[in-house]
């Protein structure tokens, strides 16, 4: 890991309240080594993994929801088909929730209100970049 936002609340939904309870937080991680983006099936099968090791009586936790970062665009990955949503495979489909546009991620109409959030856009300006250098050792402007 090379990047852990300080945690903050999240206030968009009570969808969580009766499985993890209210006042829920939220945390961005990112990771040093790059991963290609066929990556992203076996990274959320591994996500439900720790999630189930941290159930406790049959109750999540922690929710983690891993996506790939490219210049282009931020997917997700997720158990829930939607219209929006591609199938992988294993039961994984991909979310299509950010993409670049005019110099910046734009959300679309399906994109969460958490990843529309300034702070959060702000993040992924900052790893972008980062991106831009790890791929190609230039930095962008």
Same mark, same amino acid.
């Given at each position: 890991?090379d990047?852990?936002?300080s945690?903050?609340d999240?206030?968009?939904t009570?969808?969580?309240d009766v499985?993890?309870?209210?006042?829920?937080?939220?945390?961005?991680?990112?990771?040093?080594n790059?991963?290609g983006?066929?990556?992203?099936p076996?990274?959320?099968?591994?996500t439900?993994?720790i999630e189930t090791?941290?159930l406790q009586?049959?109750?999540?936790q #922690?929710n983690?929801?891993?996506g790939?970062?490219?210049?282009?665009?931020?997917?997700?990955a997720?158990g829930?088909?939607?219209i929006?949503? #591609?199938?992988?495979?294993?039961?994984?489909?991909?979310?299509?929730?950010?993409i670049?546009?005019?110099?910046?991620y734009?959300?679309?109409?399906?994109?969460?209100p958490?990843y529309?959030?300034?702070?959060?856009?702000?993040?992924?300006? #900052?790893?972008?970049?980062?991106?831009?250098y790890?791929m190609?050792?230039?930095?962008?402007?």
């Amino acid at each position: 890991m090379d990047f852990l936002s300080s945690p903050g609340d999240f206030p968009y939904t009570t969808y969580y309240d009766v499985e993890m309870g209210p006042g829920i937080r939220r945390q961005t991680a990112a990771f040093l080594n790059l991963v290609g983006q066929g990556a992203l099936p076996d990274i959320k099968l591994r996500t439900n993994e720790i999630e189930t090791r941290f159930l406790q009586n049959g109750k999540r936790q #922690v929710n983690i929801d891993p996506g790939i970062l490219s210049l282009e665009r931020l997917v997700l990955a997720t158990g829930k088909n939607f219209i929006h949503r #591609v199938y992988l495979r294993e039961g994984i489909f991909a979310d299509l929730t950010l993409i670049y546009r005019e110099g910046a991620y734009r959300s679309l109409p399906w994109t969460y209100p958490d990843y529309r959030e300034p702070e959060f856009l702000h993040y992924l300006e #900052v790893l972008r970049k980062k991106l831009k250098y790890q791929m190609d050792g230039t930095f962008p402007r």
